[in-house]
């Protein structure tokens, strides 16, 4: 069946680092690929998406391109914020059910 | 700009109470979905819906029922609460285009004593 798995953490950077959150999926057929935030006390919010292989979504300084050779979906950033602190989830949508990684806390210290 | 809303927020229940999370959504999405989330456990999916009148069963449906009347609404029913029911529910609504994306709500925190 169709998964996502992610990369654990949790993970810690000082402002200003580089971030790469690591993504690779299994699915069947072509699958769309997303990945969410979550702040604190929040619900989750779409941060970007992409819906076809080496299509790269981007939003707020991050991306992620969709490697269907890799089967992958790794999320960057060129330089944190603190602001980027929360959790991040990688998904993928298949039919009509979306399958989600266990989630990577980023801490982000000044 | 509503989106999706869930009602109650918070709530604290004792164990064998009943109660009912109210999901509502404006955007008109055939597709509707009831996850819990826990620490360490990701996001499990409990029940959802791909259209007025229609239910399924998710990852971790028991304890859970569902109905979807109108389609704006997906109500989630908890017939006699347990301790391990303690946790954080997110309802969420997708467009049936296959490239779109879940929506969630902010979630309700529920505590069962």
């Known amino acids: 069946g169709d998964s996502v798995t992610q990369m654990e953490g949790p993970v810690t950077l000082s402002e200003e680092a580089f971030l790469t959150i690591n993504c690779t999926y299994t699915?069947?057929?072509?699958?769309?690929l997303f990945w969410y935030v979550q702040y604190p006390g929040e619900g989750l919010q779409l941060l970007l998406k992409?819906?076809?292989?080496?299509d790269k979504g981007s939003n707020k300084g991050f991306e992620a391109t969709y490697r269907k050779e890799t089967t992958s979906f790794h999320l960057e950033k060129g330089s944190v914020q603190v602001s980027d602190s929360a959790v991040y989830f990688c998904?993928?949508?298949?039919?009509?059910?979306?399958?989600f990684g266990t989630g990577t806390s980023l801490t982000v210290i000044p | 700009n509503a989106g999706v809303t869930q009602t109650p927020k918070f709530r604290v229940l004792k164990t064998g109470q009943s109660m009912t999370l109210l999901c509502a959504q404006d955007?008109?999405?055939?597709?509707m979905y009831w996850y819990r989330q826990d620490p360490g456990m990701g996001l499990r999916l409990i029940h959802y819906?791909?259209?007025?009148?229609?239910?399924a069963k998710g990852e971790v449906p028991d304890g859970y029922n569902v109905s979807r009347l109108k389609k704006q609404n997906f109500l989630l029913g908890l017939e006699s609460a347990a301790p391990s029911q303690t946790s954080v529910y997110f309802c969420?609504?997708?467009?049936?285009?296959?490239?779109?994306?879940?929506?969630f709500g902010e979630g309700s925190r529920l505590t069962v004593l």
């Open positions: 992409a819906t076809k292989a080496d």
């Open positions: 955007m008109n999405h055939e597709y």
């Open positions: 699915a069947t057929g072509y699958p769309s």
């Open positions: 998904a993928l949508r298949g039919g009509n059910q979306f399958y």
């Open positions: 819906s791909v259209g007025e009148g229609t239910t």
């Open positions: 969420a609504s997708s467009p049936t285009l296959p490239t779109g994306e879940l929506f």
